[in-house]
């Protein structure tokens, strides 16, 4: 789930070996919307270690260039680079394991008794694939694979979660808050670290 349609994995097999040079792991690579497309590339430090804007950064100016060169999108596009998020998606094998006990929706490529949406509690992952625990205390078992949406639902018990882990940026309300820090002394054009038009 990484990347869905062949221009998306194009860009994931240009992309990927730039972000193991730098620690991180791509997590999802979606290029969406209509005359001006953007191109969301969603990545984190390796086993989801806390990631911030200078690592997106960083992976953004390592990735602009290689992808101008090789030029998989003919039309003009906007790059966003970003962390996952709390309430993230789980693309990967191994993603559901990170986050057991904690509520997930799935959506599977092909219905189970006319059924494609699930919701509820991550109970394991192992090589009989995702087991999640439904409202009605049924269990969905699945592959990564044989899904074709997934992500965690937002929660307090999530956010608690992502907070403990260091996951969670410094929130207004946090004692220690003092800000983020924004550089001003860029050009215009290329204020922005996360993302950037091209061409």
Request: hydrophobic share 35%.
């Given at each position: 789930?990484?990347?869905?349609?062949?221009?998306?994995?194009?860009?994931?097999s240009?992309i990927e070996p730039?972000a193991?040079?730098?620690?991180?792991?791509?997590?999802?690579?979606?290029?969406?919307?209509?005359?001006?497309?953007?191109?969301?590339?969603?990545?984190?430090k390796?086993?989801?270690?806390?990631?911030?804007?200078?690592?997106?950064?960083?992976?953004?100016h390592?990735?602009?260039?290689?992808?101008?060169a090789?030029?998989?999108?003919?039309?003009?596009?906007?790059l966003?680079?970003?962390?996952?998020?709390?309430?993230?998606?789980?693309?990967?094998?191994g993603?559901?394991?990170?986050?057991?006990?904690?509520?997930?929706k799935?959506?599977?490529?092909m219905?189970?008794?006319?059924?494609r949406?699930?919701?509820?509690?991550?109970?394991?992952?192992?090589?009989?694939?995702?087991?999640?625990?439904?409202?009605?205390?049924?269990?969905?078992?699945?592959?990564?694979h044989?899904?074709?949406?997934a992500?965690?639902?937002?929660?307090?018990?999530?956010i608690?979660?992502?907070?403990?882990?260091?996951?969670?940026?410094p929130?207004?309300?946090?004692?220690n808050?003092?800000?983020?820090?924004?550089?001003?002394?860029?050009d215009?054009?290329?204020?922005?670290?996360?993302?950037?038009d091209?061409r």
């Amino acid at each position: 789930m990484i990347a869905l349609t062949q221009q998306e994995k194009t860009i994931l097999s240009l992309i990927e070996p730039l972000a193991e040079g730098l620690g991180m792991e791509i997590v999802r690579v979606r290029l969406m919307g209509g005359r001006r497309p953007t191109l969301q590339i969603m990545a984190e430090k390796k086993g989801g270690a806390p990631t911030n804007v200078e690592d997106c950064a960083d992976l953004s100016h390592a990735i602009s260039p290689v992808l101008e060169a090789a030029d998989p999108i003919s039309d003009p596009y906007r790059l966003e680079v970003s962390t996952p998020g709390i309430d993230r998606p789980l693309t990967r094998e191994g993603d559901f394991g990170r986050w057991v006990g904690h509520l997930a929706k799935v959506e599977l490529a092909m219905p189970i008794n006319g059924r494609r949406r699930f919701q509820g509690v991550i109970q394991r992952e192992d090589e009989n694939g995702v087991a999640i625990e439904l409202d009605d205390e049924s269990e969905l078992v699945a592959q990564v694979h044989e899904m074709s949406k997934a992500s965690l639902v937002l929660t307090d018990e999530l956010i608690e979660a992502a907070k403990a882990s260091g996951g969670l940026p410094p929130q207004p309300d946090d004692e220690n808050f003092s800000g983020l820090e924004v550089d001003e002394t860029e050009d215009e054009d290329n204020n922005e670290e996360e993302s950037g038009d091209t061409r």
